[in-house]
């Protein structure tokens, strides 16, 4: 049974940092593209970055690119979603999914998805 758990979500000041994290189980994770997203109360899904599966290559929204920073330990079977310079339009639910060829930011196209972690941003 594939599950992929997220942690490290919280509430945290504006211009604060975060780093969450996605533990993968039940699947070669190494062969395995891994998306976030985030969803806000009321609003759709959001594409926030994506990693290939060897960590090489990264895809990021324009809305979060510079700030945040997606990696992965293929040995840990762990992908990571570093946030700096959070702000409250940053609030959300974040999920990390698993795609085994890469669907980037199309999230109709991933196999895999995890349960979300809240972050919350305070002004």
């Known amino acids: 049974q594939v599950q992929l758990a997220e942690s490290g979500g919280g509430l945290v000041q504006a211009g604060g940092s975060l780093r969450l994290s996605c533990a993968a189980s039940g699947l070669t994770f190494s062969r395995y593209s891994m998306g976030w997203f985030r969803q806000a109360a009321g609003k759709e899904r959001e594409f926030v970055g994506a990693?290939?599966?060897?960590?090489?290559?990264?895809s990021y929204a324009d809305s979060v690119k510079g700030r945040f920073a997606i990696s992965r330990d293929n040995a840990k079977n762990t992908v990571y979603l570093q946030m700096n310079s959070l702000q409250p339009e940053d609030t959300a639910v974040y999920y990390c999914?698993?795609?085994?060829?890469?669907?980037?930011?199309?999230?109709?196209?991933?196999?895999?998805w995890g349960q979300g972690t809240q972050v919350t941003v305070s002004s």
């Open positions: 990693i290939i599966r060897s960590g090489s290559s990264t």
């Open positions: 999914a698993a795609d085994s060829i890469w669907a980037g930011s199309n999230w109709s196209a991933y196999d895999y």
